[in-house]
């Protein structure tokens, strides 16, 4: 155990389909991400969050949709997707600033776009 | 902007064998070093870190690594491994004080018993 929890595990979901994946830290830290892991590339920084407020967002696209009602919780929302986007997706969380401290990972959400 | 390059994709060694995995950024101030493993089934989870200081960095279960400036080298390195060490390793770098945690492509380590 980490702290941080993701919800589903596993999710499968056709691409016309609207699905939203959770993220929930018990660790008292002020900064949430949200990573894409795919077979044979770097883990993809998606989206940061620190303080609730978005403050990264690297060209990803618009099917993906973030939120971060409070410090303690993310969600990625998830509509139209690619079988490309087939993945693991992983939420980390950490103390600000990143670069003194370290980030807790979640187990991830295997996602298969059908 | 930072990258990261972890130069084998797969390794394979027997039990005792000793370990060395290659990892170089790019990156021109201050970085922040990490080196991460994923257990079979299980969560990303640090195994070591440099912040600042002795550049020979002591880590769980008898790892390593070691920050070489000049050379942009962050290398894990194991006398000894063990069948249980079988994982992905992932070595990552915070450039700055407020930068993000940027990863390589990772190292799969498999350990015959």
């Known amino acids: 155990e980490t702290g941080v929890t993701q919800t589903p595990r596993h999710l499968v979901m056709g691409m016309t389909n609207k699905k939203s994946l959770k993220c929930e830290q018990h660790l008292g830290h002020n900064a949430m991400y949200w990573y894409k892991q795919s077979a044979k590339k770097p883990l993809e920084l998606m989206f940061v969050y620190s303080l609730e407020e978005r403050v990264e967002n690297n060209s990803v696209p618009s099917r993906f949709s973030p939120e971060c009602p409070n410090s303690s919780h993310l969600f990625l929302h998830l509509h139209t997707l690619q079988p490309e986007d087939s993945a693991l997706y992983l939420c980390a969380s950490s103390q600000e600033p990143l670069g003194n401290t370290e980030a807790f990972f979640g187990q991830g959400t295997r996602l298969t776009v059908v | 902007a930072q990258s990261v390059s972890q130069h084998n994709h797969h390794v394979i060694l027997s039990e005792a064998a000793s370990l060395e995995l290659g990892c170089n950024y790019s990156?021109?101030?201050?970085?922040?070093l990490f080196w991460y493993v994923q257990y079979p089934g299980q969560h990303l989870q640090l195994l070591l870190k440099?912040?600042?200081?002795?550049?020979l960095v002591k880590g769980i279960k008898g790892f390593e690594a070691e920050f070489i400036k000049s050379k942009f080298s962050f290398n894990l390195r194991k006398p000894s491994v063990q069948w249980s060490d079988t994982a992905e390793y992932f070595c990552?770098?915070?450039?700055?004080?407020?930068?993000?945690?940027?990863f390589g492509k990772g190292t799969k380590l498999s350990v015959k018993p």
């Open positions: 990552a770098v915070v450039g700055g004080s407020q930068g993000n945690l940027i």
């Open positions: 990156y021109g101030g201050t970085v922040n």
């Open positions: 440099y912040f600042s200081g002795d550049p």
